[in-house]
């Protein structure tokens, strides 16, 4: 059990708590730090002693980056202590107070000054100012209840999307479930701090879900407890070897036993486990989730998703961190931008018809759940297809289209060789149809049966999650089909967790619904395909209701 551990000093009072946070590792200032745990420990937060406090943090880093266990009280800091730490830091960070640590959490203590940082004033603000800056050309977005204005912040590694997402909210759940290395993004938010919020909590936010959050940070203490985030490396040896022994069966097949219509297909089988379960594995890669360094994780990740799959991992990662960001939220999870083809949930269904009465444009929106079985295999082989290769000409990602052609550079290299040029065209659209369906299928079966709706900043992390995300049951075969999405849930709460952990995580995230009376949904895999097509036919009919009723209406004031 960690003890809190509070320096002391004859001239501070005490008065609230400012924050004590759960750490996982090392000890980081604000805005790396959980929230606010007011009932836990008393600490000086008066703004006229920021200055003591601040010598104070000097030494603490001192002893952190020497893994001293401990800091002294602020009685023993002597004079010489305080020259060697020396002030006036080009990047003043706030006092940080650091407790007794274990080696796989630590609780830490900080106090926020408003003003005095490198002789720039620091302001206070309210949520109503903050949420004034809520659009792409003027962006904040708050931290641990430190303000960023990241409006010019154009080299974010998770895209300048996900930031829009957050403008003007409370991003500190989000920004810890993205982020594992929060020392290395430390260097990043520094420059981009204004000021703090003036209010200690959201007046959006209610009593019961500031309990959820301290719960579900207990709950996450507790995976890092167990070392949930950390991979094994003989799972992802065996899942990529098994991906590469799969596209080498592929091709062995066809060269050593011909192109009839028995190893033709056997070929295109092994093909498509292939690309599937390669969609799953480069899923964990760009995740961060396999590798500590970022590094090899980008590295494998651009092998995986570009030579053996034929993709931008940039534009993939562009895609689907929105959809982690915001999982079904109307005009921000990506998945949910479908109304070319498809009408998902209650509000777009209305809206959609609104838009198509007005101009007199009827679409058999009614109909989709029929036509599914055409547009969704078309959507790899045509759709991702098209969008992967604009992304990354628009984005110059010039290395990923490197990747990426060199799988068209094999496969078009080899299978011409036994099947001729039509022939490899034939066998590729084949494929993908296949490998398409396979991906559409396990993805739509996790949310589009989920409530979509617009966004609400007042939402928890884990109630914004459970709400857009269900489950499906676990089994050999379905951990391995769905790439342990069947485990949904927990990876959207968790998404930097490696996928083979996630099914221990399971009761602990179950409990904790029960204890908030929290929908925790899980089905058996084919009730979930099922799922799908009901929930396109109930927002067709929606739509068709809605569109007519529109179209009687306006017909009946022109009369």
Known sequence: MTTLFVATHPDIEQNNIRGAYFIPSKILPPPYCRPTIAEMNPVANDRQQCQQLWELSQLTKKLVASRSPRIPPVENITDRSLKIMGRGRKNWDPPLLVDNQQQESSIVTTTNPTVINNGIDKRQYTWDEI????????????????????????KHPGGQVVLNHYAGQDASEAFLAFHSNLALVQKYLTAFYIGDVINDEDKDNTKDDQTLKYDFEQLRQKAISKKLFQSSRFFYILTCLHILAFEFAAYFVLFRFGTTWLPYLASILFYTIAEAQCGWTQHDFGHLSVFRKSSWNHVVHNFFMGFIKGASPDWWNHMHFQHHA?????????????????????AIPIRRAQINAKYRTKIPYNLQHLYFFIAAPLLVPIYFQFMTIQHTVKRRKWTDLAWLSMYYIKFFSLIPLKLGLLGALKYYFLLRVLEGTWFVIVAQSNHVVMDVSYDDFSLSWFRLQLKATCNIVKSPFNDWFTGHLNFQIEHHLFPTMPRHNLYKIQPEVMELCRKYNIPYVVKPLGRAFLDILTSLEKSGRMWLQTYEDLIHAASTKEN
């Open 131 to 154: 949420r004034r800056h809520s659009n792409k050309k003027d962006r904040w977005i708050v931290i641990d209840k430190c303000v960023y204005n990241v409006t010019n912040w154009t």
């Open 326 to 346: 915001k999982p079904n939220v109307i005009d921000r999870d990506p998945d949910t931008r479908l109304e070319p083809l498809f009408l998902l949930g209650n």
